[in-house]
């Protein structure tokens, strides 16, 4: 099941090319770019791992995508997001982010119903890891 | 040449998929190359032999371009560079135009400086240097890296020195990426030339090796007043004469460091026309009062009585 979250997730997988363009908008924005990887794509699951530092001070996107081949290399079957972190005041925050890696087998997501009190109900999220 | 001015005359229309001729002299006025060679002429004194070497790079860079074009030629050219020659003479001054140039002629994309010396590069403990290097390499990315005293990174009296890692990394980087980075190198002669000969494989992949001569006492002259007017300063006609024999004598005293130690004089000058002017004036002062130089805030230079205490020989050590 494809996993859909952050910018472009509707769109196929975005190219190097493409990463790459849309990295060097960020940089223009004087956003710090990081990378993030994670193997547990519930929408929950905010924090993934940290590939690296963010970072700061690029001027070409060049710098991003060495980073990005490497945690390819080494986490191959992982989600991998770029995630552009916007210092200004007032924002203070991730102003964009997107998947750039996708394992081969996605895990599929799942809804769970309980009964609670009463008639309510509660509903869960579980991210099913196939194989 | 001439040959093909013609062909562009004869097809002033020909469709820009399939370019079958190249106005040397239009690319030329059209990158913006000719102002900043003209820019290097009129605001760097003297560096004859570097200015040259530089025109010289501009028009190979100008015709592999041209040669692009027409689809002669894949491969970027080695672009890497050495720069040698003694404290003071404007290795990064040139640096900073050169990746101007670089820019201009589009074989740097965005054509800003990262000037780093060892410290920037070599990490203090294992594990330390590679993410180090590799920061800065990333920001150095589609500009110029310019590593001052870059023989510091190799340190022959200890084989376990970090600088060896920081070098391997550089080397690989030169080489897998010379479409995004050049890297500079820049220091001593004859240090650079040890540097090379125990790491040979810098050698190889520096393209050009570029020397700074030492300015002559009469272009450090210049340098001084270019610098003063910088500053909206002048010197009196006194003046002038006293800077011209401290320039005479500063080159022999030790740590003379050419254009730097011309600017450090010119700061402890202007420090002490500060106080004079504060000690002396009664009444207000005009701007000529506030931006002229006179002679005795040169000669009171130590450099007149025969430079530092320490320097002197048989002065006693402390």
């Known amino acids: 099941m494809r996993i859909t979250q952050g910018c472009f997730s509707f769109l196929p997988d975005l190219s190097d090319e493409q990463i790459s363009k849309q990295v060097e908008y960020c940089l223009e924005n004087d956003w710090a770019v990081g990378l993030e990887y994670t193997d547990e794509p519930h929408p929950r699951n905010t924090y993934w791992e940290m590939w690296g530092h963010p970072m700061f001070d690029l001027k070409d996107p060049k710098g991003v995508m060495m980073e990005l081949a490497e945690c390819r290399t080494a986490h191959p079957q992982s989600y991998i997001r770029v995630n552009a972190f916007d210092s200004e005041r007032g924002f203070e925050t991730v102003r964009m982010s997107f998947i750039v890696n996708r394992p081969d087998n996605e895990p599929r997501l799942t809804m769970t119903r309980t009964d609670v009190h009463g008639r309510s109900q509660s509903y869960s999220w579980q991210a099913a890891h196939r194989g | ?238 003046a002038e004469t006293a800077m011209r024999e401290y320039i005479d004598l500063r080159r022999n005293q030790s740590h003379f460091a050419n254009a730097r130690s011309i600017r450090n004089a010119l700061d402890r000058a202007r420090l002490r026309q500060a106080n004079r002017l504060f000690e002396s004036a009664n009444g207000p002062l005009d701007a000529a009062a506030l931006s002229t130089i006179d002679e005795q805030d040169i000669r009171m230079s130590r450099v007149f009585s025969g430079g530092l205490d320490t320097d002197k020989p048989g002065s006693p050590r402390p």
């Open chain 2, 1 to 238: 040449m001439t040959e093909t001015t013609e062909q562009i005359a004869d097809v002033p229309e020909a469709p820009s998929a399939a370019i079958d001729s190249v106005d040397l002299s239009a690319e030329f006025r059209e990158s913006g190359v000719k102002e900043i060679l003209d820019e290097l002429d009129r605001e760097l004194v003297g560096l004859l032999p570097v200015k040259q070497r530089i025109r010289e790079t501009a028009a190979l860079l100008l015709v592999e371009r041209a040669r692009k074009q027409l689809g002669l030629s894949h491969q970027t050219p080695t672009l890497h560079m050495c720069f040698t020659g003694n404290p003071g003479t404007g290795k990064t001054t040139v640096a900073l135009r050169m990746s101007n140039l670089l820019h201009r002629l589009g074989y740097v994309r965005k054509g800003h400086l990262v000037s780093v010396t060892r410290d920037d590069l070599v990490g203090q403990y294992i594990g330390h240097t590679a993410p180090k290097t590799k920061e800065v390499l990333k920001r150095a990315m589609g500009g110029v890296l310019f590593i001052d005293e870059a023989y510091y990174l190799y340190r022959p009296d200890n084989e376990r020195d970090y600088g060896q890692e920081a070098i391997e990394i550089l080397l690989q980087v030169m080489e897998n990426n010379r479409d995004d980075l050049v890297v500079i190198l820049a220091g001593y002669a004859d240090r650079m030339d040890r540097f090379f000969s125990s790491n040979p494989g810098f050698r190889s992949r520096i393209a050009h090796h570029i020397d700074f001569p030492d300015y002559t006492n009469e272009e450090l002259y210049l340098i001084s007043e270019g610098m003063l007017a910088e500053q909206n300063y002048a010197f009196t006609p006194a």
